[in-house]
């Protein structure tokens, strides 16, 4: 998954630093007046924001939310009145995060937002053999772990969470990339090779169908297909 980043204090680049140390992948910026742009250059599944911010450069929640309906917002704030939060979560936040909340737990509550988004209750995608767990970012067909670099990894998990929904190219790069350089086509051709090679195991149940000049999804089929005789 991936986060917007608004690090406007050592609060914010600490925190950054902590997500991206647990593999999360993160777009960051130092100027809140670029946050509405960098949304909608590229996909996020949540924003993380300093309460301070809110108000200034035009940013307001209600705004937010209704530009980007899907994204989950994060508001970071020192020792917040009972008051501030109910204002913020009816102005379009989904949760609050104390300043001096503990890494870890900030690190929790932050997926268990995003995933709930996603319509996951447990930290953990299954379908058929596939299954993903999203906190030790490993993935598993029958049980076997699947050896996956990380860019794999967000491929798949990417995939996995938008199961049999039409993925492009450019939304695909710009998960795993964010605002940074871009591979040649080749490279990324040869990333959905291996991937797809590591998904044979399960003889067609869960695949990657390739949509000529469209993009790709992630099939899921109760039996695989019978071959075809030549």
């Not at 950054?16 to 250059?41: F, K, S």
């Not at 767990?133 to 794999?152: E, H, M, T």
Request: charged share 25%.
């Amino acid at each position: 998954m991936r986060y917007l980043i608004a690090e406007t204090s050592w609060t914010m680049m600490t925190l950054a630093q902590e997500l991206a140390a647990n593999g999360t992948l993160l777009t960051r910026t130092d100027r809140p007046e670029d946050i509405a742009h960098y949304l909608r250059l590229g996909e996020a599944d949540m924003l993380v924001i300093a309460a301070d911010q809110i108000g200034q450069h035009g940013l307001t929640l209600s705004g937010l939310r209704k530009e980007f309906g899907d994204l989950s917002i994060a508001v970071v704030a020192p020792a917040p009145k009972p008051e501030d939060i109910a204002f913020w979560l009816n102005a379009g936040a989904d949760t609050i995060v104390p300043e001096y909340e503990a890494p870890e737990e900030t690190i929790m509550r932050l997926q268990a937002v995003v995933r709930r988004v996603h319509g996951l209750s447990a930290p953990e995608i299954s379908h058929g053999p596939l299954r993903i767990d999203l906190l030790s970012r490993r993935a598993y067909l029958s049980g076997c772990p699947i050896k996956l670099s990380p860019k794999l990894y967000e491929l798949l998990e990417y995939l996995a969470l938008r199961p049999g929904r039409l993925i492009t190219r450019a939304e695909l790069l710009s998960h795993v990339y964010g605002l940074e350089d871009e591979p040649d086509a080749r490279v990324f051709d040869v990333y959905m090779c291996n991937l797809r090679a590591c998904l044979k195991p399960a003889c067609g149940t869960v695949d990657i169908e390739t949509v000529r000049g469209a993009g790709f999804r992630l099939a899921l089929h109760e039996t695989a297909a019978p071959a075809i005789a030549a």
